[in-house]
């Protein structure tokens, strides 16, 4: 049986890892496993399923094949909030390094080799760059918006202060866009709903920073490697008192915000 779960996974592999190579580390290494346990790898995603194999907790070097539940982001985003409480605990299909063994683990116990995962906190925070002043005070103003949601969203240690939650999200996004935020976060931030990387710049959009009243800001980041960048669209919010700089809309290369 374990010989026909790791033919069956090497046949996966080659398609599976182009898509790993462009969306997410190529090794991963097991975490969260006491130094005297094992991490069960079973012959299916869940555990209802035989265990067919164990990896030490210090293993590293892990081939991923895929996991479910698949999510790609345009079907994560459609979804209700309901929906996204409602999705079961994501498995993996992972590798040894050696292709020895095979089977399927709790995603939560994995981690990109070579790294920490990012822990939110202050630490976190202090991966967002500090924008560089331009001179104009509208589109200053407008990239430390950007700045402080990022460095909000990194601290957060639940939905008192997420700055996504209802009490708070009008203080980034304009007022009518609240309840809309419902469920989001990290996607609109980092086009992903897991992020190990660093914000490495903020800055108004090279070929047009203003216009017509609408301020536009670049937040570049990478992500597992992979670099990408936000683009966050800004004006005045004239339904908040004093009509201050609010977000209205937020680009990723494949989507945006609101659709």
């Given amino acids: 049986m374990r010989g026909i779960l790791i033919a069956t996974a090497l046949m996966l592999a080659a398609p599976a890892m182009a898509e790993i190579d462009g969306h997410g580390p190529d ?12 991490l069960n790898m079973r012959m299916g995603p869940g555990t209802d399923y035989l265990v067919i194999d164990r990896l030490p907790p210090d293993a590293r070097g892990l081939r991923l094949v895929t996991c479910v539940p698949l999510l790609i982001q345009p079907y994560y985003s459609a979804l209700t909030d309901a929906q996204r409480a409602a999705l079961p605990q994501r498995w993996c299909l992972m590798q040894s390094a050696d292709l020895a063994q095979a089977g399927w ?23 967002v760059a500090a924008p560089e002043a331009t001179g104009d005070a509208l589109i200053d103003g407008a990239q430390s918006l950007v700045q402080r949601l990022y460095t909000a969203f990194a601290a957060a240690q639940g939905q008192a202060d997420n700055p996504f939650a209802p009490a708070n999200a009008a203080n980034y996004f304009f007022a009518d866009l609240v309840p809309a935020l419902s469920g989001h976060g990290a996607d609109l931030l980092y086009d992903a709903q897991d992020f190990q990387g660093s914000v490495t710049r903020i800055i108004p959009d090279p070929e047009q920073p203003m ?15 992979l670099r990408k960048r936000a683009v966050f669209r800004l004006r005045a919010d004239t339904d908040q008192p004093g009509a201050p700089l609010r977000i209205l809309a937020v680009e990723h290369d494949e989507w945006s915000f609101p659709p």
């Fill in 27 to 38: 090794a991963w290494r097991v975490t969260g496993v006491a130094s005297d346990d094992t």
């Fill in 211 to 225: 216009f017509r009243g609408m301020i536009s800001v670049q937040a570049e980041f990478t992500n597992f490697g």
């Fill in 105 to 127: 683990v709790a995603q939560r116990f994995l981690t990109e080799d070579g790294g920490e995962a990012v822990q939110r906190g202050a630490d976190a925070g202090s991966t």
